[in-house]
């Protein structure tokens, strides 16, 4: 099976830009998580998705926002930009079920964003 | 809030050593504990567990979960340079769907 794949995989912006990000998970999956990595915070959780609907989100402002399509595959977008929004923007997939909070992750290379 | 907390947060050995990194961790109704290798690229999956005691083996990696105290170890025999990584550990919890909480991983260094 191929993997979890992102596009683009590096993106330069500028302050106050928009951006948007496209995964497409593993044939099967359901279930897309969004995560950014920093060096000092490391890898936080964004928002998931499972069968088009957001079941879950983190602490992050309304500026961080997704939707996932009927095929499964996951857009995050990212509106007025700013200088800390620069960091690895990673989407995995799992094979949860509905109502199953337990799966594995599968991750894809990332998008490396950078904001100038 | 659920908390992970990976010791040591770097580690430097010579090919053939073995190592032993840690986990602890606080969740609120456990669900699964993760392991993850990340090098320069996406963290690739490792190991999930999800009960006490039981060890997950593949070939020279090994790990096990202490429900009880909250911790598990990640055990990687006969190292070699391409286990020069750094590992994360996650947990899922409660009805979290999705979320998976990180530590701040160990960078682990290993010198031919």
């Known amino acids: 099976k191929a993997g979890v794949t992102q596009t683009p995989r590096y993106l330069i912006k500028t302050r106050g830009q928009q951006v948007t990000l496209s995964c497409s998970p593993i044939s099967g999956h359901r279930s897309v998580s969004w995560y950014q990595q920093t060096p000092g915070q490391g890898l936080q959780f964004l928002f998931e998705y499972f069968s088009e609907t957001q079941r879950n989100k983190g602490n992050f402002p309304g500026r961080f926002s997704g939707r996932q399509f009927s095929n499964s595959r996951s857009e995050m977008n990212v509106s007025t930009l700013e200088l800390g929004d620069s960091a690895l923007y990673l989407c995995?997939?799992?094979?949860?079920?509905?109502?199953?909070?337990?799966?594995?992750?599968?991750f894809g290379p990332g998008t490396r964003l950078t904001v100038t | 809030e659920d908390k992970v907390v990976q010791s040591p947060l770097s580690l430097v050995v010579h090919e053939g050593d073995t190592v032993t990194l840690n986990c602890s961790y606080e969740v609120t109704n456990f669900r699964s504990l993760l392991w993850y290798k990340q090098e320069k690229k996406a963290p690739t999956f490792l190991f999930m567990l999800?009960?006490?005691?039981i060890e997950k083996k593949s070939g020279r990696l090994s790990s096990i979960l202490d429900k009880k105290e909250l911790f598990s170890i990640l055990n990687i025999t006969a190292t070699q340079t391409g286990d020069s990584a750094v590992y994360l550990c996650a947990i899922s919890g409660g009805t979290s769907y999705g979320k998976l909480t990180f530590g701040q991983g160990t960078i682990l260094t290993v010198h031919p």
């Open positions: 995995a997939s799992s094979p949860a079920r509905a109502g199953e909070a337990k799966h594995e992750q599968y």
């Open positions: 999800t009960s006490s005691g």
